[in-house]
């Protein structure tokens, strides 16, 4: 869309927008302006900008379940929902057996190295990987 880029002309397009619930990331995709350009514009005009927590709060317009950052090791998704990834899984067990023997964080590690297992990345098994699978399955 192209129109003149005055911050009048940009606080009449995007107001309404805004006023309807719009994000500023939706009203940037759907006008190709930059969202500190709109939030600028709205803000000189004196319209009240919501906070991020009445943002995120908001229905979302997605219908669905959601896939939020990467999926957790052990897991993949079929059909938008978290489901057990069988060879993965078998090395999440193996990893919980260890620590309830009473292993380290970095016996575990050196134990899974030996055994020749990569992580799903393809790197060789640190520490800290496998405290955060520990710490993700105790909860």
Not at 32 to 58: H, Q, V
Not at 69 to 77: D, H
Not at 118 to 130: D, E
Request: charged fraction near 25%; aromatic fraction near 8%; glycine fraction near 8%.
């Amino acid at each position: 869309m192209f129109f003149p880029t005055t911050k009048d002309r940009i606080f009449e397009i995007c107001a309404p927008l805004y006023s309807q619930g719009m994000s500023f990331r939706e009203i940037a995709k759907q006008t190709d302006l930059p969202r500190t350009t709109i939030k600028a514009a709205l803000n000189a005009g004196g319209l009240p900008i919501r906070s991020a927590t009445e943002t995120n709060n908001k229905e979302s317009k997605c219908s669905g379940p959601m896939k939020a950052g990467a999926v957790p090791y052990g897991y993949a998704y079929l059909e938008g929902r978290p489901v057990k990834e069988p060879k993965e899984y078998k090395v999440v067990l193996q990893i919980q057996n260890l620590w309830q023997s009473g292993k380290g964080c970095s016996a575990i590690a050196s134990t899974l190295n030996d055994q020749k297992l990569l992580t799903r990345s393809g790197t060789r098994w640190a520490k800290g990987i496998v405290s955060r699978i520990i710490k993700r399955h105790e909860e």
